[in-house]
């Protein structure tokens, strides 16, 4: 899927599944299209919950020689 | 009798002793702008005042290049110039060459220049202002290690989203050393690719805050390719750092708000674009299953088998409808049959019988209706109503009844 070719933003991710719902919406879509949509729709929301590293963040402090620790 | 002078005498002499004074001829004095006139011909008249007393102030029209701010009531300023006395008004005065702002009047003074100046090289446009991203990742926060800023970044940061990671540069906010810190600051922090960077320090005066006002300072501002947030001082304070910034918070505080995005919200839309997702397939799958059941059935009518059990169904019927009609014409017929029974009855011999007729048989009970089956002196048997009567025929004899 091209979402690997860029790194989308968070707000372009948001912006493609707009797309794909109003897709989904669409009275003449097709139940293969249906299927197709879902699925880049569910592979989007998986990308945006990946794109946060959710792991608590410690405060981080540069050191004058560039390093970086602890704050 | 003592010498008797003339006013004018007495002014001129004055004014000579004014004149011969070294001091008086040129000398800086400082004091606070009151009653301050910018005159219609270039002149302008104030007063310079402190706790203690008040002298008047005279610039002319041709010392004005000595003046390079508007003066202003309460201003804090220093004006160089010559004690001297206006002889027709016996009045002495500050005749001002020069006049600059005094300390904190100085650095608005500077502020003001500088904003002036900035904002003509069009830093401060519009088109500049980079857009600040929703979601980041990294936010840069170059302000001091120590103090209540990167304490309120923190807090808030971390209360909205404890995913977003915060690199401090511990900057010197303050002093001869703060205005190149900020700028090292934002030049390392730029380099490391944060998202988005906050720029600044809690409250103080404007010396406190003056770091923020440098000409560097606004041009490392301009510069970097990371969109900064300024947030210096108080929501009253603004410095040359606020105007150039990509976006000025008011505080630390509602800077760490306008840069991080709350997790909570986001995780709620997530989930809310999952449900619609669903739902709408779930939907689409439901439409398209009412309709494959709808073709079924039309189909299943269409079938062989139906057809074949519909037309069964139907001779059924048909038979059903057959054997109702011939039960129906039994019926009528068996009542026909009632009726010549009754008919029948009111014909029967027997009733003949009764009314005295009698029926004639020979002696083997073949019925004698005529003469010639009789034969003389035969027998005969007489039936009548209650028995039979043994007979001889003694004679016979034709006769025509009619």
Redesign the interface.
Known sequence: MELEEREL???EA?EK?EE??EK??AED?T?ED??KE?KQ??EI?KY??DK??????K????EGN?E?NE? | MQNVYTVSQVNSYIKNMFTQDFMLQSLYVKGEVSNCKYHSSGHIYFTLKDQKGTISCVMFAGNRSGLVFRMEEGQQIVVGGTVDVYERDGKYQLYARQITLDGIGLLYEKFDMLKKDLEERGMFAACYKQPIPRYIRTLGVVTAATGAAVRDIINIVSRRNPYVQIILYPAIVQGEQAAASIVNGIRALEYLGVDVMIVGRGGGSIEDLWAFNEEIVAQAIFDCQIPIISAVGHETDTTIADFVADLRAPTPSAAAELAVYEYGQYEALLLEYRDTLDGLLKYKMNWYKNRLDNIGLKLKYLSPANQIREKRTYSLKLEEQMENAMEAILVKKRHFLEVYIEKMKGLSPLDKLRQGFSYVSDEEGKTVSSVESVEEGSLLRVHVQNGIITAKALGKERVEWN
């Open positions: 933003t968070l707000e948001f599944l794909t719902i989904l919406q879509i139940l249906s299927f879902y729709g569910m929301l945006c919950s946060i590293d959710r792991v608590e963040k405060v981080l402090k540069i560039g970086l704050f």
